[in-house]
Each structure stands twice: as structure tokens, then as C-alpha cells.
């Protein structure tokens, strides 16, 4: 099976084997190829209400490569889910044939909810017995951030998508490099304005773990790690507290974009929206009462390639 997201910020391909029914449902997918390029898709769109015309080239030029990959493996079947940025977009059909003419099938614009729960799918399959139920999901993507609540056995509770992504952030409110405490703070009013309203609908602080998906999350983990380079089986289920998180956050904003380009395990393409990420998640732990966050590699990408079983 062959799962690719295409978010605000990346556009990732999973090609997975998925494991017999009878292996029963703690079985885990076997991977075959994980790849991941940055392309900000989503480049100016909070701005401008469309796709830029460079950035749907920038995402072209990586799905011909993974269309090769996956012609490579022999891939039965095929599903990519775009995200937060084709939802927005008024230029979506330009970006739909695209991928039709590139990949051979057409996107699917998923909705907030519809990623909320590919996002929970992925990410609870294989947490420890450490990792008390309820859990709230917390994907942290480029253009918005997805909450579920739910449990192994029951699934989702409930979900919501809010537009407080790091690209969205950053291009909304942190321009400075570093940015100014001008800056941060209206960018905390708003991502904590946010991060209520979802913690009330979903509802996330009676949640017992709060586990993280994505590259800002899994970036600050690996930081707070004081991982010499990004190694994801160290990161996939590493625990950190609220005050590590706090701790790497004020840091990362107050460095320069070259500086945050020097931290061993930052991706280039992430250097510059990574504060605006830790930013968030940072938030999202104050409000919701959380002590510390469980990052997971595992995620939407995952979910997606479940969601192609039977």
C-alpha cells in the first residue's frame, strides 16, 4: 500500500505492507519506504487565499518522484489526503490536476475532521502501557492543528481542526528574526484563543496522556533529547515534560533562523516555522494541564495507509 499527506508544510509517502487480520490488532504495519520533503505547499495562502503557483511546482516535482517509488514497489493500492492548505485554497482545481496528471489519482481533500481521525488511527496503534487512556492527539501540521480524544478499544470521541498551524503562525505573526516579544505575544493570544475553544469541544483536559504528531513536536522532543542528529526510534514514544518543552520553546524563539539552522537535528526546511510549532504545542500543554507530551513518528501518514486494509 502506498500512503502519501501532502500538508501545508510537507509531503510525505508511506509505502507500507500491511499485516494480515489474523495477526490481530496490536500488529504493525511493515515498512517498505518512509520519505519526507519539505515543499510549503501552503506559502502565503493565510495571506492570499490561493496556492502560489512556485509552490505547486516545489510539490510536483517531489510527488513525480514519489509516483517512480511507488511504480518501484509495485504498490497495490494508492491514497493521498491533502490537507489544510488545498482546503483553503481557491485554486484547488489547479493543484487537483496536478496530482492527476503526476500520481494517476486524484487527492482527496480531506476535511478537519476526517484528518483528525486518520491522525488518532496512526498514532495509538503501538503506545506503551504507560500511556493512560484517554488520550489527547495533538497533530501539529503547517496550517492547522488537529485534537482528538478517544481510546484504543473506542476509537474517537471526538474531534476539531483549528487554523493555528506553525507556517500559518509564523507568517501571521513572527517576522522578526529572532521575533520580538511584540510579536510573540499577540501570537500566544491567538493560538491560546484557539487551543480553548478545541479543548472545550472535544473535550481535552479530561484526557489522561497527551501524545504529539508531527515535525514540530518531534523536533522539540529531539532538542529536548539533546539528540546529536534526528534518529526517530529515540524520538517515537519519548516522553518529555511541560517544563522541557517550555524550556526548548523560549529558546528556539529567541535564536536567529541560522542559529535554529545549526541545531543538529532541525530539518532545513523547518528552521524557520519551528518556533511558531513549539510555540503551539507549548500552549496546548498549559491549557490543557499537561505535565508532559509522548511524541509519536507514527500519524496521519500511518492512519491513511490503515485506512487502506480490506
Known amino acids: 500500500m502506498a500512503a502519501i499527506d501532502c500538508g501545508t508544510n510537507s509531503i510525505r509517502l508511506l509505502i507500507a505492507d500491511l499485516p494480515d487480520p489474523a495477526a490481530g490488532p496490536a500488529a504493525p504495519l511493515v515498512d517498505v519506504s518512509r520519505r519526507m520533503e519539505i515543499v510549503r505547499l501552503g506559502q502565503g495562502v493565510d495571506r492570499t487565499g490561493r496556492l502560489a503557483p512556485e509552490a505547486i511546482e516545489r510539490t510536483r516535482v517531489a510527488l513525480a518522484d514519489y509516483a517512480a517509488e511507488i511504480e518501484k514497489f509495485g504498490a497495490e493500492r494508492v491514497r493521498m489526503c491533502a490537507t489544510s492548505a488545498t482546503r483553503d485554497a481557491q485554486n484547488a482545481a489547479d493543484f487537483r490536476a496536478m496530482v492527476e496528471e503526476t500520481l494517476g489519482v486524484p ?111 518531534t523536533t522539540v522532543v529531539a532538542i529536548a533529547q539533546g539528540l546529536t542528529e534526528y534518529d526517530p526510534e529515540r524520538i517515537h514514544h519519548a516522553r518529555v515534560s511541560y517544563d522541557q518543552v517550555a524550556d526548548v520553546t523560549t529558546d528556539l524563539l529567541a535564536k536567529t533562523r541560522d542559529e535554529r539552522l545549526a541545531i543538529p537535528v532541525m530539518h532545513p526546511g523547518r528552521a524557520d516555522v519551528i518556533g511558531a510549532g513549539a510555540l503551539v504545542l507549548r500552549v496546548i500543554m498549559e491549557r490543557a494541564g499537561m505535565d508532559s507530551v509522548v511524541a509519536s513518528e507514527h500519524d496521519i501518514l500511518d492512519g491513511i495507509a490503515w485506512s487502506l486494509q480490506g
Open 107 to 217: 487527492p482527496e481533500v480531506v476535511t478537519g475532521d476526517e484528518e483528525a481521525r486518520l491522525s488518532f488511527t496512526g498514532a495509538v496503534r503501538g503506545l506503551p502501557a504507560d500511556a493512560r487512556e484517554p488520550y489527547l492527539v495533538v497533530d501539529i501540521g503547517g496550517g492547522s492543528t488537529e485534537f482528538v480524544v478517544g481510546t484504543r478499544a473506542g476509537g474517537v470521541d471526538a474531534a476539531i481542526s483549528m487554523d493555528i498551524g506553525c507556517v500559518r503562525m509564523t507568517e501571521r505573526h513572527l517576522h522578526g528574526d529572532p521575533p520580538g516579544l511584540d510579536e510573540i505575544a499577540p501570537a500566544q493570544a491567538d493560538i491560546a484563543v484557539a487551543v480553548d475553544r478545541a479543548l472545550d469541544a472535544v473535550p481535552g483536559r479530561e484526557a489522561a496522556t497527551l501524545v504529539g504528531l508531527a515535525g514540530s513536536v
